[in-house]
């Protein structure tokens, strides 16, 4: 028994973190801009079929911005029952997670096994729990989650492939070894480029500059679809920026003065918000060096490091850095410290790996327990205050007073959103509420 748990402890522990997440989904109920989705941009009615979304998106470039992929499975979700959606979005987080284990490993001729195995996706877990800033935002609310989350799970899948192809690997796929697989790898290109401002410049960025070292530094061959790939990821990129909302808002900012304090924010995130991570990925290279770690390990690392600044510093150009946005940042950031770590295991400095993961797993569990509460906390006033909306709508009474929910910690998905206007019942979101309850005023107080 306990050599077939050894054996099988990465799945074990994946199967775990999908079912916390699977928990935590059911527990976070619609926020905000969720209200928003469910009606179409283009003509106000309520989301009930598909056929609805494509016009809503038009006119949601017209509007909101470009990222219309994201955005049009938020509109598909609050049209479905809200358990497709835990599902699937404990199913993304999981996959997260995988993919962080696969290219922290990705330099190893041969995977980890055993406790070592399931320790790595342990860790990769941890490091995210911990340090991801607005972590309900990014993995449990709707709107955010089909944003963020889903497009760390696409970018991380676009740049692994570039990660095996800088290796000389093939991972034997579908998508390599058949001509109708490469197609659609040259399609997903487009998709990673659409999904979202920050993540998918540092995808497409960080795969072209491995183009450009792997054919003008190493002088090796590179597969045509990965150059097609990269076309249609800017291709992509370029559609989602250039949408009329977006550009307004770019517009808006593009200033010397704006750009500069833009930068200086961004600067302050890396190196001052993060400076724990910069600290540690800082440590591990000097480690890596002493130990003389072989040199495919550091320049995957030197790939997740520049997809980590491509993430950050792209948001020079965006109106606002919010919390959320920096989850791209840390997730390479992550990254580029593991991908040295797993080398080290292995060495005689795996007692100071060993005790680093210690340090970030306890840091993590030490949140865990606060974090969840603070989810079920946010679940129970959110359903009450639902429960009270309806009663009152249902006794006539149109005009209801509800009161703000106000998480304590960063877990909770309403953390850092703007729950209510209180000063103002007829502005965001308090009408998109209030429509959605089939009320025609909702009021908001602090409790």
């Known amino acids: 028994m306990r050599k077939a748990v050894e054996h099988n402890s990465r799945w074990i522990v994946l199967a775990a973190i999908f079912g916390i997440m699977l928990i935590l989904n059911c527990l976070t109920l619609y926020y905000v801009d969720d209200y928003t989705y469910a009606y179409s941009f283009a003509t106000g009615e309520r989301i009930t079929s598909i056929a609805q979304i494509p016009a809503s998106m038009a006119m949601h470039c017209e509007l909101m911005n470009g990222r219309v992929l994201g955005h049009s499975l938020a509109?598909?979700?609050?049209?479905?029952?809200?358990?497709?959606?835990?599902?699937?979005?404990?199913?993304?987080?999981?996959?997260?997670?995988?993919?962080?284990?696969?290219?922290s490993t990705a330099g190893e001729e041969k995977k980890p096994v055993g406790w070592l195995a399931g320790g790595l996706v342990l860790l990769m877990g941890a490091f995210i729990w911990y340090f991801v800033p607005a972590f309900g935002q990014v993995y449990l609310w709707i709107s955010g989650s089909v944003n963020y989350l889903w497009a760390a799970v696409v970018s991380l899948a676009y740049l692994y492939q570039f990660m095996l192809m800088h290796l000389d690997r093939a991972d034997g796929s579908w998508f390599q070894r058949t001509l109708p697989g490469q197609i659609l790898w040259v399609i997903f290109g487009f998709i990673t480029g659409a999904?979202?401002?920050?993540?998918?410049?540092?995808?497409?960025?960080?795969g072209i500059l491995v183009i450009g070292y792997r054919k003008l530094i190493l002088k090796k061959k590179v597969p045509a679809r990965f150059y097609l790939s990269s076309?249609?990821?800017?291709?992509?990129?370029?559609?989602?920026?250039?949408?009329?909302?977006?550009?307004?808002?770019y517009a808006s900012e593009q200033s010397l003065e704006a750009m500069w304090n833009h930068f200086v924010d961004a600067f302050s995130v890396y190196f001052d918000e993060f400076r724990i991570l910069v600290i540690l990925f800082a440590a591990v290279w000097i480690l890596a060096c002493e130990m003389k770690v072989e040199r495919r390990y550091r320049e995957l690392s030197l790939i997740c490091v520049t997809a980590s600044l491509l993430a950050n510093f792209v948001?020079?150009?965006?109106?606002?850095?919010?919390?959320?946005?920096?989850?791209?940042?840390?997730?390479?950031?992550?990254?580029?410290?593991?991908?040295?770590?797993?080398?080290?295991?292995?060495?005689?400095?795996?007692?100071?790996?060993?005790?680093?993961?210690?340090?970030?797993?306890?840091?993590?569990?030490?949140?865990?327990?606060?974090?969840?509460?603070?989810?079920?906390?946010?679940?129970?006033?959110?359903?009450?205050?639902?429960?009270?909306?309806?009663?009152?709508?249902?006794?006539?009474?149109m005009t209801v007073s509800i009161p703000q929910i106000n998480p304590e910690t960063k877990y909770s998905a309403v953390y850092g959103l703007k729950d209510l206007d209180l000063s103002d019942p007829t502005s965001w979101p308090n009408g998109g509420m209030a429509k959605f309850y089939g009320v025609e005023r909702v009021e908001g107080y602090y409790e």
Request: hydrophobic share 50%; glycine share 6%.
């Open 75 to 103: 509109q598909l979700f609050i049209m479905l029952p809200k358990t497709f959606f835990n599902v699937v979005s404990a199913l993304m987080y999981t996959a997260q997670i995988w993919l962080m284990y696969q290219i």
């Open 195 to 206: 999904w979202l401002e920050s993540l998918s410049f540092a995808a497409v960025g960080t």
């Open 315 to 397: 948001m020079v150009l965006a109106a606002d850095y919010y919390e959320r946005s920096m989850q791209g940042t840390v997730m390479f950031m992550v990254l580029a410290s593991a991908v040295l770590m797993v080398p080290l295991f292995g060495t005689r400095r795996r007692q100071v790996m060993s005790i680093i993961s210690a340090a970030v797993v306890i840091c993590a569990a030490s949140q865990f327990f606060t974090g969840c509460n603070d989810v079920y906390r946010s679940y129970v006033k959110t359903a009450d205050r639902i429960a009270y909306i309806e009663a009152e709508r249902d006794a006539g009474n």
């Open 231 to 249: 076309l249609t990821g800017m291709a992509g990129y370029l559609f989602m920026v250039t949408r009329p909302a977006t550009l307004g808002k």
